[in-house]
Structure formats: structure tokens, C-alpha cells
């Protein structure tokens, strides 16, 4: 019931009385080794964005259509597709942007493909596990000391990083990662950079062993197109070329002065 | 969920798009982007040059006027001015992506990306400067 109340009030903004062609990329495993394209006619409405028109789709012109998608506000990182060749959240890509069309919608690129729309990020999640996102202490204090207080200039130095929904924009626009499949990639390096500027961390040492490696920073040759295509202006093209600096400058403390290695 | 028996059959059965060779003409940025990367080849070589002089020089007079008379040649003019072309691009978007790189903080507030691209700028127009008057008056 909940669910047809919030279809019903979706499909009640104003209707233009004009069509758009979603071409969408169809993949059943059970019946094609390759993927075809689909051509679905939508209505256009106003204020209805991509995710709003393959809603529609599925509610009323093919059931078998699979996708990911959530929140519907940019904040849950589930509806990541290419929308005509970007990446793209489909929750905050208008339609009427992308008028007359034909739009295109394919999953987002440089990951496999389960099914449609749907893709496997396994990899990622593996990745992201690696670097050890969260903060690490030498020693924990005891809980009667109470908590480990921040400044807003070092909540600053790493809030930006922060803001990342894990929602793998930034790997489909990377052809780095799309040519060398192990690498670490922009979100997990942009999320060891949290961590690693925050004040109450110590656990860049342990990250350093992942991150200060071929597979890692060292791989990215600085395309900066991550940083375009976040939605939440994380900039990870930033974060990697800051940790190559820093990387670089510890390298040649410790040659210079080897006695000072922590 | 995993009581659905149709799933575990087909999944593995995932689709890989193969990456194709020339990815890079889909996309203007990705186009730019092996552009930039190509550039690399010119200072590469440009810098190959000045090692031949310097080597030319350390041979004598004769040597050198020989290596300056090849210098100016029809080729080697057009080559030079081919590699200032890619070269200046070089420098120009490496410059633009120096914020990128480097975040200075003065007085708790982030020095923005413009200054910083900008002081690069300055410098290379300065340097620039200060070698022609040296190349000029000398």
C-alpha cells in the first residue's frame, strides 16, 4: 500500500504531455550471452528524473527490468548507472535535461554485470575493507577519560572526504581502473585519506602497506575525471595526488634521515 | 532471498565489457587526458636534444658549430616548433592541475586553487622572463 501511494504521488506531477525513448541495457544471463539494448517509450513529467522514468518502466511496462536504487536524494548511493555515456546518480539526473532524447541508460562501466542494470561490486567492498576505514589507536583510552576531541579546523582537514556514498561514479569514469582491474581506485584511496587526516587516527602506517604500493596510488595517472563525476564534490583526484605527495616527501625523510622512521 | 532456485545457477554467468583500444576517442576529457600523456614523449625529447648539445660542446668548437648548423635546418625548425606546441600544453595543464595536488592552509582557511594555479603561472612567466634577458643581453 505504502509503496503504491508513493508511485501514485510520482506519476501525479505535471505530465507534458510529451515521450522520451529510454534505450536500456537488457542482460539475462538465462537467455543471452550478450547484452541487447531495449527501447522503452516513457512519459515525460516534469520534474521526473531518470530513476522516475525506469520507476515507471517497471511499474507499468515491463516488470522484468532490474536495477538498484534506494533513497531517491543523492544519499544512499544505490541508483549509479550511465545516463548517455556518464556516470551518473539516475536520482538526480533530470529528464528534461536530456530532452528530446533518445537516453540511453547502461550500468555503470569497468564492473561485471549480474543482470541488467544491476552490477557486482564485490570487488570494491573487498577493496575498501583493505584500508581499514575507520579510525585506528595505538592504544585505546580508557572510557572514563572520555572522547577524543576535535577542532573545526581538523574536523575541515578531512570532513570533504567524508562525504562519500560509496556509489562507484567515480570507478565507472575511470579508465584506469577500467584497464587494470586491481587497482585500488579513487573512493577507498579518497576513504584511507579520511582517516588518515583525521586527528584522533594512528593508522596510517597499517594503510601506508596498501596504499603506498603500485596497486595503489601509484596506478592513477591523474585522468581527474573521478573528481568530475562525484556527486558529493569529494574530489578524489585530490586525495590520491595529496597521499603521492606525502608518500613522496616520507620517502625521502626516511633516506635522508633514516634514524627518524617511525 | 537465497530460496530463489533460479539464482545461484546463472551467477556467474556475469558480463565483462571489453575494454576497447581506443576508449579514449569516445570521450573528449578522456581524449585530452591521452594527449596530455603524449606530450610527455615531446619534453622527453626536447630534453634528449639538450643532452646532445651539452655533449656537442664538450667536443669542441667544431663539433658544436656543426650540431647548431643542424639545429637550423628546415626539420629541426619545424620539429622544435611542433614540441613548443605540445610542450606549452604540457606545462599549461599541469599547472592548471597543481591545486589538485597541493592544499596550503593560511590562517585555518585553504589558499584557493586559482592562487596556487596562478602562482605557478607566475613563476614560469617569470623564469621565461628572466632567461630571455639572459639570452637577449648576454
Not at chain 1, 46 to 69: E, F, M, P
Not at chain 2, 25 to 46: N, P
Not at chain 2, 53 to 64: K, N, V
Request: charge should be negative; proline fraction near 6%; aromatic fraction near 10%.
Amino acid at each position: 500500500m505504502a509503496v503504491e501511494s508513493l508511485a501514485g504521488n510520482v506519476s501525479e506531477t505535471p505530465a507534458t504531455g510529451q515521450t522520451v525513448t529510454l534505450e536500456v541495457f537488457r542482460y539475462r544471463p538465462e537467455e543471452e550471452t550478450e547484452p541487447v539494448y531495449q527501447a522503452y517509450e516513457v512519459p515525460v513529467h516534469k520534474d521526473w528524473v531518470v530513476l522516475d522514468a525506469l520507476n515507471h518502466i517497471k511499474d507499468h511496462l515491463d516488470g522484468t527490468l532490474s536495477y538498484r536504487w534506494s533513497c531517491r536524494m543523492g544519499v544512499c548511493g544505490s541508483c549509479g548507472m550511465m545516463v548517455n555515456g556518464d556516470a551518473r546518480l539516475t536520482c538526480a539526473t533530470f529528464v528534461e535535461s536530456l530532452l528530446p532524447g533518445p537516453i540511453r541508460v547502461e550500468p555503470l562501466e569497468n564492473f561485471p554485470v549480474v543482470r541488467d542494470l544491476v552490477i557486482e561490486m564485490t570487488d570494491f567492498m573487498e577493496k575498501l575493507e583493505s584500508v581499514k576505514p575507520w579510525i585506528i589507536r595505538d592504544e585505546e583510552k580508557p572510557l572514563e577519560d572520555g572522547e577524543y576531541l576535535q577542532t573545526p579546523a581538523q574536523l575541515a582537514d578531512f570532513e570533504q572526504f567524508s562525504m562519500c556514498i560509496n556509489c562507484l561514479l567515480c570507478y565507472a569514469a575511470c579508465p584506469v581502473y577500467g584497464l587494470e582491474p586491481g587497482f585500488t581506485g579513487p573512493a577507498v584511496i579518497a576513504l584511507a585519506q579520511r582517516y588518515n587526516l583525521d586527528s584522533r587516527d594512528q593508522g596510517a602506517g597499517e594503510r601506508n602497506a596498501v596504499l603506498d604500493t603500485d596497486e595503489g596510488i601509484w596506478q592513477c595517472t591523474l585522468v581527474g575525471e573521478c573528481s568530475e563525476v562525484c556527486p558529493k564534490d569529494v574530489d578524489p583526484a585530490a586525495a590520491i595526488q595529496r597521499y603521492k605527495v606525502s608518500s613522496t616527501l616520507q620517502w625521502y625523510r626516511n633516506l635522508l634521515m633514516p634514524w627518524s622512521s617511525k | 532471498m537465497s530460496a530463489n532456485p533460479q539464482h545461484t545457477p546463472y551467477h556467474p554467468r556475469w558480463y565483462r565489457a571489453p575494454m576497447p583500444i581506443f576508449w579514449w576517442v569516445r570521450r573528449w576529457i578522456h581524449a585530452r587526458f591521452i594527449l596530455r600523456e603524449l606530450t610527455s614523449i615531446f619534453v622527453a625529447g626536447y630534453a634528449l636534444v639538450y643532452l646532445l648539445q651539452l655533449r656537442a660542446l664538450g667536443m669542441g668548437p667544431e663539433a658544436y658549430g656543426r650540431f647548431l648548423e643542424l639545429l637550423q635546418s628546415p626539420l629541426s625548425i619545424s620539429l622544435h616548433g611542433i614540441s613548443l606546441v605540445f610542450v606549452m600544453y604540457h606545462s599549461i595543464t599541469w599547472f592548471n592541475l597543481a591545486p589538485r595536488a597541493l592544499s596550503l592552509r593560511l590562517g585555518g582557511r585553504r589558499v584557493p586553487d586559482k592562487v596556487i594555479a596562478g602562482l605557478n603561472f607566475a613563476a614560469w612567466a617569470g623564469m621565461s622572463a628572466a632567461l630571455l634577458w639572459v639570452t637577449l643581453t648576454g
